[in-house]
């Protein structure tokens, strides 16, 4: 026996009957969900190497399998033959079609997932695409099994490595062997490129976020609804966050201060000052702090700044809004009566 035959005798039946290329689709499916999911590999840029062509091709092609089971013309056919053939498309239309079909599917199985409760998250879409490529593979076997052989599409790998070793290793000429000299070297050096640009990606824009929270009445948070009128010694509920973009772990320290400040032509002085909290929190890139806490003052007044100052690292000696990294403040009355509520000026983050 031979060795191919016997090679193939340890492959399930299933597998040795199902066509080469949707056993192709199968595999690459199964490559892309170890890509994403298992631990050692999903931190690794296979992650993208494998997933950018699992979404921007195989869905595309699982379905227009099951919707054109049917072998198409040959490329050399002439117009008049063309157009009396029946069913089918040609390869090179069939990979066209791929492409355009997965554009269009990927961002609906999205829309789908939008309302149910799993939502837009990587687990969802991973399952749902997964889903829907295997049960399109299936269909589309099942449409070539019905077909007499001779209707069926097939890849002809065969043909194509033939084709391809004579071309490369017997050219008719000098100038063949030349052009598939640098053809080879070509694609080696375009394939190096996108495995470098994939393994060491440019970095985005570095920034950190700081925002001020407030819970709403269904339990949410919500940036509105702040409030700003306290009582002395009497506390109110908020929540600052911070979401980290810097590329880096980041020890950060906010400060939670009051102060009274004096504002004339448009500059403010000032007056005295009242640490409220601090809290040191570090993150990774991407990592997002959140801190609910309550705002107790002492110091009375009207118009009184409540201030939010971020530092990355140990804050300086005297902590003010010019030396922050990030700023937020709202101004609120400490009064013996309180109640009202206002919105929030937050100073928007700034890239670094």
Partial sequence: ?????????????????????????????????????????????????????????????????????????PEDTDEAELDSAEGGITGLERVALSFGVSIAVVPLVGLVLNFTPWGIRLVPIVVSLTGLVVGLVVIAARRRAELDPDRRFRVPWRAWLTSARGELFEPDTRTDAALNVLLVVSILLAVSSVGYAVAVPQQGESFSEFYLLTE???????????????????????????????????DYTVLVEIHE?????????????????????????????????????????????????LYRGAPPQTPTTDNAYRELHLWVNVTQEGGATANVRPVAP???
């Fill in 216 to 250: 709403g009445p269904d339990g949410e948070l919500v940036a509105d609804d702040y409030p700003t009128e306290f009582s002395p010694g009497q506390g109110q509920e908020l929540v600052v966050g911070i979401g980290n973009q810097e590329h880096e772990n980041v």
């Fill in 1 to 73: 026996m031979a060795p191919d035959a016997r090679w193939r005798l340890m492959v399930p039946r299933w597998a040795r009957r199902m066509p080469a290329d949707l056993a192709a689709i199968v595999g690459l499916t199964l490559l892309t969900i170890g890509a994403v999911f298992l631990p050692f590999v999903q931190e690794t840029p296979l992650r993208v190497v494998v997933g950018l062509p699992f979404v921007l091709f195989v869905p595309g092609y699982a379905l227009v399998a099951a919707l054109f089971p049917e072998r198409g013309p």
């Fill in 350 to 352: 700034a890239s670094s």
């Fill in 261 to 309: 400040v004096q504002v004339q032509n448009n500059s403010t002085r000032l007056i005295e000052r009242e640490e409220l909290r601090q809290f040191d929190p570090s993150l990774a890139h991407n990592e997002t702090w959140q801190q609910p806490h309550t705002v107790t003052p002492t110091m009375t007044g009207e118009r009184l700044r409540l201030t939010y100052l």
